[in-house]
């Protein structure tokens, strides 16, 4: 089978946790230089990966306005919710519920998931998965 279009990048929260370490500590790392090359790239954050970034903050209603502001937002719908039931149902080794919806949110949208997760999403066809940390 050959590979699908990518036709942009989804962000999961590993990206944008490191990301914002970045930007804090007023870094230039391997997140900051990752997204400095998607300049012209449709870039998206799922909000699966949203929600998990605004639970380990200090200050949610801040870090929501500055996500707000850098990032467009990849919601899920019913076509979503089923591809997730698919994955799950014929995968070997079932993914964490999170990185499920994030995955098929990739999938369904055409997007290339970026993250720094080998564990979940390493090797889960359709899914094109780039490690930022590895390119």
């Given amino acids: 089978m050959a590979p699908r279009r990518v036709t942009g990048y989804l962000l999961d929260a590993s990206f944008v946790i490191a990301f914002l370490r970045e930007v804090e500590a007023r870094q230039q790392g391997d997140a900051r230089r990752y997204l400095a090359g998607l300049r012209r790239a449709r870039v998206y954050l799922s909000v699966v990966a949203y929600a998990e970034v605004l639970e380990q903050a200090a200050d949610p209603p801040a870090l929501a ?50 993250a720094d997760d080998d564990d979940a999403f390493a090797g889960r066809a359709p899914l094109q998965y780039v490690n930022f940390r590895h390119r």
Avoid at 72 to 101: H, K
């Fill in 65 to 114: 306005a500055e996500l707000r502001l850098r990032f467009r937002f990849q919601s899920i719908g019913q076509d979503i919710a089923e591809r997730v039931a698919l994955m799950q149902r014929r995968a070997a080794r079932r993914m964490g519920e999170n990185d499920a919806w994030i995955a098929a949110t990739a999938i369904k949208a055409d997007l290339a998931l970026v």
